[in-house]
């Protein structure tokens, strides 16, 4: 299996421009994850979908952050304008979901840098 | 709220013991472990359940006292490859079976020759 792929790897743009974030899960997982990290605030959760469904997004920033499943198969986080605060690895995960509890598989993440 | 590690950092020979603890002031309903190495992802390690099931590596154990809120990561013999960050995730009562976790600080291990 291919594992959790992220796209683009780094990704360095100026503050106000629109960024897009790509993850696609492993086959058959029905949760995914994003997540950020900072030195500052380390591992944070961003949203969580299952089955496609955004169950909690309660850890989104603010209104400049929106994620997207529209099937599952790809996910999508967006920053629309960024700022350079935003600046972070961003993760994405996935696990089987469902009824029983699993391990996340974490994706290789994107390095965001806002200049 | 964030679970507390500690200690936040411990630097160990090859073969020596090392313990990185967990602490939650919420009730828990599962804790899991990660490590993760410099530049990379975080890798699973080992699941805790209320309950006492575990699920995870062989040659690392673990506790969990659900009364006290804490889980407690065991390494021993430690090996070089042990290097990294480890970081505990607890799925709170609330949030169990969504594997909604929320992960400590981290705890950055080195190990030497």
């Known amino acids: 299996d291919a594992g959790v792929i992220q796209s683009p790897r780094h990704e360095v743009t100026e503050m106000g421009q629109e960024v897009t974030l790509r993850c696609k899960p492993i086959s058959g997982h029905n949760s995914l994850f994003w997540y950020r990290q900072t030195m500052m605030r380390g591992l944070e959760l961003l949203i969580y979908?299952?089955?496609?469904?955004?169950?909690?997004d309660s850890g989104m920033p603010e209104d400049r952050f929106s994620a997207k499943m529209p099937n599952a198969s790809f996910s999508t986080l967006k920053i629309q304008p960024s700022e350079p605060r935003d600046s972070a690895v961003y993760f994405c995960?996935?696990?089987?979901?469902?009824?029983?509890?699993?391990?996340?598989?974490f994706g290789p993440g994107t390095r965001l840098t806002v200049t | 709220q964030q679970p507390v590690q500690s200690p936040q950092a411990v630097i160990l020979r090859e073969g020596e013991d090392a313990v990185i603890n967990c602490s939650s002031s919420?009730?828990?309903?599962?804790v899991h472990w990660y490590r993760q190495k410099h530049g990379e992802a975080p890798v699973f390690l080992m699941i805790l359940l209320k309950g006492g099931e575990q699920k995870g590596h062989d040659k690392i154990s673990a506790s969990f006292n659900e009364k006290k809120q804490q889980s407690s990561l065991y390494l021993t013999a430690s090996q070089l490859s042990y290097s990294g960050t480890y970081f505990c995730?607890?799925?709170?009562?609330?949030?169990?079976?969504?594997?909604?976790?929320?992960f400590g600080q981290g705890t950055t291990l080195q190990v030497k020759p």
């Open positions: 919420k009730a828990l309903y599962s």
């Open positions: 995960a996935s696990s089987l979901g469902g009824l029983a509890v699993h391990e996340q598989y």
């Open positions: 979908f299952n089955n496609n469904v955004p169950i909690d």
């Open positions: 995730g607890t799925e709170s009562m609330g949030s169990s079976n969504t594997g909604k976790l929320i």
